[in-house]
């Protein structure tokens, strides 16, 4: 099955600080790519939708001057939080999907995660 | 409002015993459905997905779920659990086509007693 990877699985940082999080999909090309935040207990919450070569688009409430998101390659894409503060501090999920045209349902393939620690 | 519901935060059977875990949405047309597992270090597995046809649906890891589209419900069952499938289940639907967005439920944790 498709594989989709995060780097890094977990990262601690200082508050102010900015911190990287690397999604890849792995042996497809994924022409969008989706970042989620999972709170303790709580469901997995859309962040932004990002299309390979385009500006992502983010949910209602989420900034996007604080959650950047790239997405250059048709196998990459990045989420920086930028000036990153404690209550940031949460699970990021990504997800790649392959759309491949027509009206058929082209599944998502999860990422295991990065558990980010804002101190 | 629109949403999914997953009224079990936490369950807990024993290894062997059968399962189910309850799923509802709120929807005015039928979404797609899906189940996914979610297990510590490891990305969101799909399970099961429903968008048509035969209400019964067969998953892997011996997992099926029923569509009932009176009941607005999704149920994921199994008949024998094993000490394995203890990890977080996420019920999803994706609204607007199949294009649209997952959205999920706030999942429900499946302990497995020896």
């Known amino acids: 099955g498709a594989v989709v990877s995060q780097h890094p699985s977990w990262v601690i940082c200082k508050s102010g600080t900015s911190v990287k999080i690397e999604c890849r999909s792995l042996?497809?090309?994924?022409?969008?790519m989706f970042w989620y935040r999972q709170f303790p207990k709580q469901s997995l919450m859309l962040m932004a939708t990002?299309?390979?070569?385009?500006?992502?688009?983010?949910e209602q409430g989420v900034e996007k001057d604080k959650f950047l998101i790239n997405h250059a390659s048709l196998t990459l894409s990045t989420l920086t939080v930028t000036s990153a503060h404690p209550e940031d501090s949460s699970f990021y999920i990504c997800?790649?999907?392959?759309?491949?045209?027509?009206?058929?349902?082209?599944?998502?393939?999860f990422g295991p995660g990065t558990r980010l620690t804002v101190l | 409002a629109q949403s999914v519901t997953q009224p079990d935060i936490h369950i807990t059977v024993s290894e062997g015993a059968s399962l189910e875990l309850r799923c509802n949405y709120s929807?005015?047309?039928?979404?797609?459905l899906f189940w996914y597992v979610q297990s510590p270090g490891q990305g969101l597995q799909l399970l099961l997905k429903?968008?048509?046809?035969?209400?019964l649906v067969q998953g892997i890891k011996g997992f099926e779920a029923e569509f009932k589209r009176s009941q607005s419900s999704f149920n994921l069952r199994k008949p024998s659990v094993h000490w394995s499938d203890a990890a977080e289940y996420f019920c999803?639907?994706?609204?607007?086509?199949?294009?649209?967005?997952?959205?999920f439920g706030k999942g429900t944790k499946l302990s497995v007693k020896p």
């Open positions: 929807y005015g047309a039928t979404p797609y």
């Open positions: 042996d497809f090309q994924a022409t969008t």
């Open positions: 997800s790649a999907r392959d759309y491949q045209g027509g009206s058929s349902y082209n599944e998502q393939f």
């Open positions: 429903y968008f048509s046809g035969d209400t």
């Open positions: 990002s299309n390979e070569g385009s500006k992502a688009t983010y």
């Open positions: 999803a639907v994706v609204l607007g086509g199949s294009q649209g967005n997952l959205i």
